[in-house]
């Protein structure tokens, strides 16, 4: 028990000094609470939700730096935080780094790759084993917080009646489409994909293609969403990829197809034969014409 208060104390110690004025005094103060996080002297804040909750506080706030080394520190710790997380303290901390997202006063890159980073620790399904309790709880944080607002629009954390909040995928009217919000929903699958329910990934879809179909959409943000879609295939029932196929063959027949947008999903085709062959394979005699139908156009090129 001693140990355990002289922990706290050090700990509080520590946060306090992430007000410090002198920047050197912040990122040292996160480095050493990296080292506490990463031993296993701080395993006794899964039990303690008041001291974990004001260490997440911390970190949150730490994020939101002037300094970029003292957020890079920062960001090094969601993931051994994650671990000492008690479990109903991950869907705040979600909710809380993507209310950050929409932050006019830092670079979304930082809320979006602390998400990753927690997302990457936490515990996962693993394939030809049965789901722990613990890889169900951390999917539960992630289906009923992350996704939604990933895929969005949601209810504002504001008090105003009928106010929401943008999806992270959808698009801003200055900034745009965010790679860095598709790179979170790619972390997402990639760790999550087995025990998503149909309804996450035809929304995660939906959002994702939303991106490739717009003709405004930059080329970078572009490459992401097919990477994305190419991921989300993976874990597609027969029934939705059927589907999915008949829509491509709706946009490819329609009259108002731009070629922006014929370029875009000819390279949708390319990255999901590349990603998933076997799966995708006898899908390709219905939409290999519309590719070879492209092949000596001068205006096709490739994205």
Do not use: W
Not at 9 to 16: A, I, R, T, W
């Amino acid at each position: 028990m001693a140990d355990r208060q002289a922990m706290n104390h050090n700990l509080h110690g520590l946060l306090s000094k992430l007000s410090d004025p002198d920047p050197d005094m912040r990122y040292m103060s996160l480095n050493d609470l990296l080292g506490i996080l990463n031993s296993s002297a701080s395993s006794y804040l899964t039990h303690d939700q008041t001291s974990s909750i004001q260490l997440a506080d911390g970190l949150l706030k730490a994020l939101d730096d002037q300094h970029g080394d003292v957020q890079n520190q920062a960001l090094k710790c969601f993931g051994p935080l994650v671990s000492r997380l008690p479990s109903d303290s991950l869907a705040p901390l979600l909710e809380k780094l993507t209310n950050l997202t929409t932050s006019q006063t830092i670079d979304t890159s930082v809320p979006n790759t602390a998400l990753r980073s927690v997302i990457t620790a936490l515990p996962r399904p693993q394939s030809a084993q049965p789901t722990s309790s613990e890889s169900t709880k951390s999917y539960a944080a992630v289906s009923r917080v992350l996704i939604p607002r990933l895929t969005g629009p949601t209810p504002s954390p504001s008090q105003r009646r009928g106010s929401v909040v943008k999806g992270m995928l959808e698009k801003d009217p200055s900034k745009g489409f965010s790679s860095d919000a598709i790179d979170v929903l790619i972390t997402v699958v990639d760790c999550f994909g087995p025990v998503l329910k149909e309804s996450e990934l035809l929304a995660l879809e939906h959002s994702v293609m939303a991106i490739i179909d717009n003709d405004t959409a930059g080329t970078v943000v572009t490459k992401r969403a097919l990477a994305a879609i190419s991921t989300l295939v993976l874990h597609f029932s027969d029934n939705r990829l059927n589907a999915f196929v008949s829509e491509l063959v709706d946009k490819f027949n329609s009259p108002d197809l731009s070629t922006v947008h014929r370029r875009h999903l000819i390279a949708t085709v390319g990255s999901i034969a590349r990603s998933a062959p076997v799966k995708f394979g006898p899908h390709l005699k219905t939409l290999a014409p519309f590719v070879l139908s492209a092949v000596g156009e001068t205006d096709i090129s490739a994205v």
